[in-house]
């Protein structure tokens, strides 16, 4: 085990965050702490922007510099000394280091950076993504996959990790996992935060919920291992009786089968994707890198939340400084973007402040308070206005990216939708938590109105559900009056708060997955139209029910059950403070149990190629495939990004299958291929895609003329000829007369190739 590097790791965060410190006081100056759980978050995206935008000149230390230098100029200059609260920095810091220490424990025991046999994901996407962000003087990156292009996909989270890196001189087969962990613990750390400083607002109990909160993000899972272990419990004539099916694999399920990859595919066609699960997968994927900053942009509302309106300078500033952060969102997981915005929309449309207290003094007066209908859509027309003003101006900071990087894909609608089970199975833990809140303040909502207009309204939300879950709408019929309770009461200005705001930012996204899709031409009328929308939503959404869970447990465990109606007054404190301790408990421990079967699982074993615990990424290779280690090695000690071939398309099989191979030796180094993995069919179509696979054929089995004229075009300066290569193809390639070889051990031999 690499103590050393776990060492200057965790102290290069913590360093950065007491550098960024002065500036979370001044930016988060209400919190309770102030800000100290969010001076992690605040280092790193101001190093990742400055990054970015200095790295368009020149990558490497020169973007690292302006990066530190930015943050300590503005922590001197902005930051507030008086507010800093280095007591509280130390309670975020044993937070940070206990969450960063298990996670270094659970990737040490399953380090790989592999596709399958080894491992499931895209650790080749986001370790190639590093790798030649890491070989590049400027950005944007040389796509490993697609040579002599840039990069059309979001690298932002990898931009920052190889800054990192270079931070701390680490060998990225080693800053991988690294990294990994510190993102992990950042998020854990920003829940941590956010949920008690709302927690303490209300006057609950801060440690706890902050607790619970860190928990919901950082080890909860969602409800299918309880009903694994209820159906393993349970005599099997009962769970039959419940509906489950006699051949149902639940009812041959036993804690040592346990497998965690089981509960992130509950509804159909879809990927369910919650924190724990993503970081026990390891990949270091662009929707787990962001989860920090999305916390990031929710805490700036929650400042602007907390701001009163007479100090509209104040407010206006934190929408600024919400931009960039956006901007960031964008070029490292741009399904972040648009949610930046959506938290933007609800802060200001239900914060105690008027929005148009926003617009300058003359415009401001045209906006006037109206009543009814008309104040509703005056706040929302105007709160709009903010989050697309935030948008704007986040989407300009980072400019380069829409011109450069990102790709385009077409929105579809109505596509196959979510039955009331799976639903629940993934979002009942939270809902265990969420109805009770609001039924008591919707209970109150309806007792100040006369007792028919209650039940006709009641009424008409029943049969709203009833009717769309017949329709097939069952999520519209689930979330749907938990969205209208919410709303309502949020705008009648009950004890609610802002954790109301992330409840609702959750359901929003919930939903909006049942009628819009980003369209995956690939996946056309294989049931599997969605499973990239609800993969990517999904993540946000835990991430945002994680902190109100937090404050809503606290606030149920702590305090009578919400609400005030006459139906409960009866009941003493006492007792209602008990309910709400066992609906805590229960939430908690259905839905630790995922994390408790899990990690344990996860630790058993010694990780490939190493006698004990490992960080190193690529440890498995000479145990695995010695074959072609040296291979990739000596390429990986190649200068810049020379070109080279390999097999395509690569897929998620190392072993070639259907002539797949992996497309390893451009993944683990850096060094672009001309055709790599089969997903740059997503990122540019299918046409340029299918052009280059016919290339890629023709350099290896084509004549001796159009071999010479693809290798030219494509500036090739090495031919990978492996395992992949001789299974894919009928070799004609080593018989060019203008190769010889450069490299040869074991099963393979890179040929030098001598342009004209």
Same mark, same amino acid.
């Given at each position: 085990?690499?103590?050393?590097?776990?060492?200057?790791?965790?102290?290069?965060?913590? !360093?950065?965050?007491?550098?960024?410190?002065?500036?979370?006081?001044?930016?988060f100056?209400?919190?309770?702490?102030?800000?100290?759980?969010?001076?992690?978050?605040?280092?790193?995206?101001?190093?990742?922007?400055?990054?970015?935008?200095?790295?368009?000149?020149?990558?490497?230390?020169?973007?690292?510099?302006?990066?530190?230098?930015?943050?300590?100029?503005?922590?001197?200059?902005?930051?507030?000394?008086d507010?800093?609260?280095?007591?509280?920095?130390?309670?975020?810091?044993?937070?940070?280091t206990?969450?960063?220490?298990?996670?270094?424990?659970?990737?040490?025991?399953?380090?790989?950076?592999?596709?399958?046999?080894?491992?499931?994901?895209?650790?080749?996407?986001?370790?190639?993504?590093l790798?030649?962000?890491l070989?590049?003087?400027?950005?944007?990156?040389?796509?490993?996959?697609?040579?002599?292009?840039?990069?059309q996909?979001?690298?932002?989270?990898?931009?920052?990790?190889?800054?990192?890196?270079?931070?701390?001189?680490?060998?990225?087969?080693?800053?991988y996992?690294?990294?990994?962990?510190?993102?992990?613990?950042?998020l854990?750390t920003?829940?941590?935060g956010?949920?008690?400083a709302?927690?303490?607002?209300?006057?609950?109990?801060?440690?706890?919920?902050? !607790?619970?909160?860190?928990?919901?993000?950082?080890?909860?899972?969602?409800?299918?291992?309880?009903?694994?272990?209820?159906?393993?419990?349970? #005599?099997?004539?009962?769970?039959?009786?419940?509906?489950?099916?006699?051949?149902?694999?639940?009812?041959?399920?036993?804690?040592?089968?346990?497998?965690?990859?089981?509960?992130?595919?509950?509804?159909?066609?879809?990927?369910?994707?919650?924190?724990?699960?993503?970081?026990l997968n390891?990949?270091?994927?662009?929707?787990?890198?962001?989860?920090?900053?999305?916390?990031?942009?929710?805490?700036?509302?929650?400042?602007?939340?907390?701001?009163?309106?007479?100090?509209?300078?104040?407010?206006?500033?934190?929408?600024?400084?919400?931009?960039?952060?956006?901007?960031?969102?964008?070029?490292?997981?741009?399904?972040?973007?648009?949610v930046?915005?959506?938290?933007?929309?609800?802060?200001?449309?239900?914060?105690?402040?008027?929005?148009?207290?926003?617009? #300058?003094?003359?415009?401001?007066?045209?906006?006037?308070? *109206?009543?009814?209908?008309?104040?509703?859509?005056?706040?929302?027309?105007?709160?709009?206005?903010?989050? !697309?003003f !935030?948008?704007?101006?986040?989407?300009?900071?980072?400019?380069?990216?829409?011109?450069?990087?990102?790709?385009?894909?077409?929105?579809?609608?109505? #596509?196959?939708?979510?039955?009331?089970?799976?639903?629940?199975?993934?979002?009942?833990?939270?809902?265990?938590?969420?109805?009770?809140?609001?039924?008591?303040?919707?209970?109150?909502?309806?007792?100040?109105?006369?007792?028919?207009?209650?039940?006709?309204?009641?009424?008409?939300?029943?049969?709203?559900?009833?009717?769309?879950?017949?329709?097939?709408?069952?999520?519209?019929?689930l979330f749907?009056?938990?969205?209208?309770?919410?709303?309502?009461?949020?705008r009648?200005?009950?004890?609610?708060?802002?954790?109301?705001?992330?409840?609702?930012?959750?359901?929003?996204?919930?939903?909006?997955?049942?009628?819009?899709?980003?369209?995956?031409?690939?996946?056309?009328?294989?049931?599997?139209?969605?499973?990239?929308?609800?993969?990517?939503?999904?993540?946000?959404?835990?991430?945002?029910?994680?902190?109100a869970?937090?404050?809503?447990?606290?606030?149920?465990?702590?305090?009578?059950?919400?609400?005030s109606?006459?139906?409960?007054?009866?009941?003493?404190?006492?007792?209602?403070?008990?309910?709400?301790?066992?609906?805590?408990?229960?939430?908690?421990?259905?839905?630790?149990?995922?994390?408790?079967?899990?990690?344990?699982?996860?630790?058993?074993?010694?990780?490939?190629?190493?006698?004990?615990?490992?960080?190193?990424?690529?440890?498995?290779?000479?145990?695995?495939?010695?074959?072609?280690?040296?291979?990739?090695a000596?390429?990986?000690?190649?200068?810049?990004?020379?070109?080279?071939?390999?097999?395509?398309?690569?897929?998620?099989?190392?072993v070639?299958?259907?002539?797949?191979?992996?497309?390893?030796?451009?993944?683990?180094?850096?060094?672009?291929?001309?055709?790599?993995?089969?997903?740059?069919?997503?990122?540019?179509?299918?046409?340029?895609?299918e052009?280059?696979?016919?290339?890629? *054929?023709?350099?290896?089995?084509?004549?001796?003329? *159009?071999?010479?004229?693809?290798?030219?075009?494509?500036?090739?300066?090495?031919?990978?000829?492996?395992?992949?290569e *001789?299974?894919?193809?009928?070799?004609?390639?080593?018989?060019?007369?203008?190769?010889?070889?450069?490299?040869?051990?074991?099963d393979?031999?890179?040929?030098?190739?001598?342009?004209?």
């Amino acid at each position: 085990m690499e103590y050393g590097l776990v060492v200057l790791w965790l102290a290069t965060y913590l !360093v950065l965050g007491a550098l960024a410190l002065p500036l979370s006081a001044t930016i988060f100056r209400q919190f309770r702490g102030a800000g100290s759980a969010f001076a992690i978050p605040v280092a790193l995206v101001t190093i990742a922007v400055l990054g970015y935008l200095v790295g368009h000149l020149a990558f490497g230390v020169p973007a690292l510099i302006a990066g530190v230098a930015v943050l300590g100029g503005s922590s001197l200059r902005f930051g507030d000394p008086d507010r800093t609260e280095w007591r509280s920095y130390a309670e975020v810091a044993v937070v940070f280091t206990l969450a960063f220490s298990l996670m270094i424990s659970i990737r040490a025991a399953s380090p790989a950076i592999a596709p399958l046999p080894i491992a499931a994901g895209e650790k080749f996407l986001d370790y190639g993504l590093l790798r030649t962000i890491l070989r590049s003087a400027a950005l944007p990156p040389e796509d490993m996959w697609f040579a002599g292009e840039s990069v059309q996909y979001y690298y932002g989270g990898q931009l920052l990790t190889a800054l990192l890196t270079i931070l701390t001189g680490t060998a990225p087969r080693f800053a991988y996992n690294l990294a990994l962990s510190g993102f992990y613990a950042a998020l854990v750390t920003a829940a941590y935060g956010l949920t008690g400083a709302i927690a303490a607002d209300h006057g609950a109990p801060r440690r706890l919920a902050a !607790v619970i909160g860190a928990f919901f993000v950082g080890l909860a899972g969602n409800l299918y291992t309880a009903v694994q272990v209820a159906a393993w419990l349970l #005599p099997s004539s009962v769970v039959t009786a419940l509906g489950v099916a006699p051949d149902s694999e639940l009812l041959a399920w036993t804690p040592s089968s346990f497998f965690y990859w089981d509960s992130s595919r509950i509804i159909d066609g879809t990927i369910n994707e919650f924190p724990l699960f993503a970081w026990l997968n390891g990949d270091l994927h662009a929707h787990m890198l962001t989860t920090p900053f999305t916390l990031l942009i929710a805490a700036l509302c929650y400042s602007y939340w907390q701001t009163p309106e007479t100090d509209t300078g104040r407010r206006r500033a934190l929408l600024l400084l919400t931009a960039p952060v956006a901007g960031f969102l964008a070029i490292a997981n741009t399904w972040d973007f648009p949610v930046a915005g959506g938290l933007v929309f609800l802060t200001v449309a239900f914060a105690p402040a008027d929005p148009a207290t926003l617009l #300058p003094t003359r415009l401001a007066t045209r906006f006037s308070t *109206r009543s009814g209908v008309h104040e509703e859509l005056r706040r929302d027309g105007l709160s709009l206005l903010g989050a !697309v003003f !935030v948008l704007v101006v986040g989407g300009l900071s980072v400019a380069p990216f829409w011109l450069s990087s990102a790709s385009t894909r077409s929105i579809g609608f109505l #596509p196959p939708r979510s039955d009331l089970g799976p639903l629940l199975i993934v979002h009942g833990g939270f809902l265990l938590l969420f109805v009770p809140y609001l039924t008591g303040r919707i209970v109150d909502e309806f007792e100040d109105r006369s007792s028919s207009w209650a039940v006709a309204t009641a009424a008409a939300v029943a049969v709203g559900a009833i009717a769309a879950w017949t329709a097939g709408f069952a999520a519209l019929a689930l979330f749907g009056p938990i969205l209208l309770a919410a709303w309502l009461c949020l705008r009648n200005r009950t004890d609610l708060g802002f954790e109301t705001v992330l409840l609702l930012g959750g359901l929003g996204l919930a939903l909006v997955v049942e009628f819009v899709y980003v369209v995956e031409p690939q996946q056309r009328g294989t049931g599997l139209e969605r499973l990239n929308t609800v993969f990517k939503v999904y993540s946000q959404l835990w991430v945002l029910w994680s902190p109100a869970a937090g404050v809503i447990a606290a606030r149920l465990a702590a305090d009578r059950l919400p609400g005030s109606a006459s139906a409960v007054r009866s009941i003493d404190a006492t007792r209602w403070r008990s309910i709400g301790t066992v609906i805590v408990a229960i939430a908690v421990v259905f839905t630790g149990l995922y994390a408790g079967l899990a990690i344990p699982a996860q630790v058993g074993d010694d990780p490939i190629g190493s006698d004990g615990a490992t960080l190193d990424g690529e440890a498995y290779l000479d145990a695995r495939y010695a074959g072609e280690a040296a291979a990739i090695a000596w390429i990986d000690d190649r200068d810049g990004q020379p070109t080279i071939v390999t097999a395509a398309p690569g897929g998620y099989q190392w072993v070639p299958e259907d002539g797949e191979g992996a497309s390893a030796p451009a993944s683990l180094t850096g060094v672009p291929t001309v055709l790599g993995w089969f997903h740059e069919a997503q990122y540019r179509g299918s046409e340029p895609y299918e052009d280059r696979l016919a290339d890629v *054929r023709t350099i290896y089995e084509g004549n001796v003329e *159009r071999q010479s004229a693809l290798l030219d075009r494509y500036d090739v300066e090495y031919i990978y000829v492996g395992p992949a290569e *001789r299974a894919s193809y009928e070799l004609s390639v080593e018989d060019h007369p203008r190769l010889t070889p450069a490299f040869e051990d074991g099963d393979v031999i890179v040929y030098a190739y001598e342009a004209t």
